[in-house]
């Protein structure tokens, strides 16, 4: 899916939860605590990727929260394509796809501050309240070289060749040395070889939490981020980046809590409630 589908398709469904909160319900009778606090947790998809999040926010007043966050973003670039070697495949058991011309494999995690601001709240039962959020923070990218099964030589005996192979990474391929691509080498190949691309983030983005129970937390969340890196970041051969950005869809759930009020009592009205 092109970028350009993929930011048409999480407008649209932005647009579709926006729309419901239009719709006339039954007043809530239930109000959130005067004061508390949320743990909550979530799963994304991105336009480069996937990842997941965990915020722990505060209550400021009754439109205004502090959130602090944690997020883990496994980030492709949008030239990526799988492809398989079909000569080596039709007699050896271990090709497997691969993208072609990728450099590093690379995990993103930001430690972020921000906050949400309540812009609807929940005035019909079963009603949807609309925030927006604003949190920046630090970036961390960690590279990971890849490293392809790559033909280094040649043997022919009596018509039948032998290929002799050995990890490479992709850059091996341009340099004459090297004959053609196998398959990938394992995951592990590499990991001494990491290296930290520390930057800065910006993320924008509106949360619509639609759960019923008014000290729970379940909601959408479309946003984007904007990440910017001291030392380029490289995901395909020859084109780092310092700057990054995409759009994302993600669901989170959690729960407030009152923190004044001890462990073990809060367990117990939650076993009471459910």
């Known amino acids: ?20 909160v239009c719709a006339q ?19 994304k998809v991105n336009t480069n990727g996937f990842g997941l999040m965990y915020t722990f926010a505060q209550r400021v007043n009754y439109k205004l929260r502090r959130n602090y966050e944690v997020e883990y973003d496994y980030v492709k670039s949008l030239k990526e394509v799988k492809v398989i070697n079909t000569y080596f495949s039709s007699y050896m ?12 494999s690379v995990h993103n995690i930001r430690l972020g501050y921000g906050y949400n601001w309540m812009i609807f709240d929940k005035r019909d ?13 630090f970036s961390f990218a960690f590279e990971k070289p890849l490293y392809y099964e790559m033909v280094d030589s040649v ?27 196998i398959t ?18 910006i993320k924008l983005d509106f949360s619509f939490d ?15 981020i904007f990440d910017f890196y001291y030392w380029p970041v490289t995901i395909m051969y020859d084109q780092p980046h310092n700057f990054m950005w995409s759009m994302y869809l993600a669901y989170q759930f959690g729960r407030k809590y009152n923190p004044n009020i001890n462990r073990d009592y809060r367990r117990e009205q939650r076993k009471a409630r459910d």
């Open 210 to 224: 639609f759960a019923q129970n008014a000290m729970l937390v379940s909601a959408i969340e479309v946003g984007a």
């Open 184 to 201: 990938k080498s394992p995951f592990s190949k590499g990991l001494d070889e990491i290296k930290v691309r520390p930057g800065n983030y």
């Open 93 to 104: 058991t271990n090709v497997k796809r691969f993208v072609f011309g990728k450099d590093n």
């Open 125 to 137: 039962k079963n009603s949807v309240s609309i925030h927006l959020q604003a949190n920046a923070g």
């Open 25 to 43: 319900g039954e007043f809530a009778d239930d109000r959130e605590a005067s004061k508390y606090n949320v743990n909550q947790f979530g799963a």
């Open 1 to 20: 899916m092109t970028l350009i589908r993929k930011i048409i398709v999480l407008l649209f469904f932005a647009l579709c939860i926006s729309l419901s």
């Open 155 to 181: 043997t022919v005996v009596e018509n039948t060749a032998s290929y002799y192979y050995s990890p490479h990474k992709f850059s091996d391929y341009y340099s004459g040395n090297v004959y053609d691509i």
